[in-house]
Structure formats: C-alpha cells, structure tokens
C-alpha cells in the first residue's frame, strides 16, 4: 500500500458542478499539503495543514475549499471551476509541517479536467 | 525570480548513456535543504534525495549520483548506465529553513530510448 492515496485518480467536470478531491496518508504524519501542477510550470503550493489547522493559504481563489478533518485525511472541495483550473493536483504529507526542512512525501495526483 | 531553475527541458538518452540532469538554485538563506524527486508517468513524485546546506560531499546510490556545489548553486544529478525505467520527469527543489514550502524547477523530461 503507498503511502499517501488520492482519489479520484481523474475528473472531468463542468463548471458549474461541485466536486470533492480526497487524500489519505498513512504514514503517520501531521502535515498534510495541497500542490498544483500545470503544464510546464513548476508545482504551485496551494495550502498548508499543520496537525489540522491551515497555516498556509497560497492566495488560492475561493473556488477551492480544503478541509481537513483530522491529521490523515485531507480535501479538497471544487465548484464553479474554471477551465484553466484543469491540472494535476498533488496531495503530500511530512511529519511535523516545519516547512521545508522535512521531506514530503506525495500521493500519485488525480488528474482534473474542466469543461 | 524563480528559486530553481532547471534548464534542460528535455531529454533523450540511448539505454545504457550517462545522463547529468542540471539544477541551479538561488537563495539568501545559509540554511537550505535541496532535493530531487522522480515523476513517471503514473503521476506521483517519488522521493529521489535531500541534502542540507552544510553538507557538500557528493552522494551515490546506485546508478544514481549527486553533485552539490555551493560555490555555483547547483545540485546536479546523474544516472549512469541509464536504463528505461529512468524515463520520467524529474524535479529539483529548494526549501529553505526560515521558509514554510518548497521551491520547485519547472522540470526535466527524461527519456531513455531502448
């Protein structure tokens, strides 16, 4: 089992259905992060959970709601999504959320498309 | 300015060629932590290194090698003997330690031709 798992593994949406990205980490870990990867641009950071409390939002439009419910578990709620929302959006975690000094370790993506 | 910038875009190696797959990175901090990561196609990022700022003595793992210099900024990677299952693109990153996320390059695409 790896460790951190993502569903769906793809989306295709329109823009005015509501969706939910989920992410599950078992590795015992207390941060949990949401990344965004566009073609040809490096990976965008979008929010930063610490032991479940946000302490990162990366000036993410409203669209996208994250929740997290407890230190294993992580959303990430869409609606009214833009066609230049469509990317891969990558869940990772790392042990204690101390920035970058910890290695994070990423889940395999669910790959969204907006119509 | 963009913190890692790795500026091969692609590649393309015949099976069993070395290969160095270049990352330059730009930071005030004196303490830093740089890594690499390796994305197949399926998508997830496998963890590949990470080095911290003050230590400089190259690494090897494998077919897979390490080249910090501090003094150019770089943290190059090499593949020796590469094989196909190294085709994926492969990201570079910088954290730094006053900082609360990675930095990463835009990527390198690897393909080993059979």
Redesign the interface.
């Known amino acids: 089992e790896t460790g951190v798992t993502q569903t769906p593994r793809h989306l295709v949406m329109g823009m005015t259905n509501k969706k939910s990205l989920k992410c599950e980490q078992h590795l015992g870990h207390n941060a949990m992060y949401w990344y965004k990867q566009s073609a040809k641009k490096p990976l965008e950071l979008m929010f930063v959970y610490n032991f479940k409390e946000q302490t990162e939002n990366n000036s993410v439009p409203s669209r996208f709601s994250p929740e997290c419910p407890n230190s294993s578990h992580l959303f990430l709620h869409l609606h009214t999504l833009q066609p230049e929302d469509s990317a891969l959006y990558l869940c990772a975690s790392s042990q204690e959320g101390v920035g970058g000094r910890e290695t994070q370790y990423f889940g395999p993506g669910t790959r969204l498309l907006v119509l | 300015a ?1 913190k ?1 910038t790795q500026a091969q875009t692609e590649i393309s190696v015949v099976e069993k060629e070395d290969v160095t797959l270049d990352c330059v990175y730009e930071t005030r901090d004196t303490t ?2 740089l ?1 690499w ?1 390796k994305q197949p196609p ?6 590949l290194i ?1 080095r911290n700022s003050f230590d400089e003595q190259n690494e090897i793992s494998g077919r897979y090698s390490w080249n910090f210099q501090k003094s150019t900024s770089s943290f190059n990677f090499t593949i020796t003997a590469s094989q196909v299952v190294d085709s994926a693109v492969y ?1 570079c990153a ?14 390198t695409s690897l393909t080993v031709i059979p």
């Open positions: 963009q890692v830093y932590y890594f990561y399926s998508g997830e990022l496998v963890f990470r990201f910088l954290s730094e330690y006053t900082g609360n996320q990675f930095y990463f390059g835009t990527g």
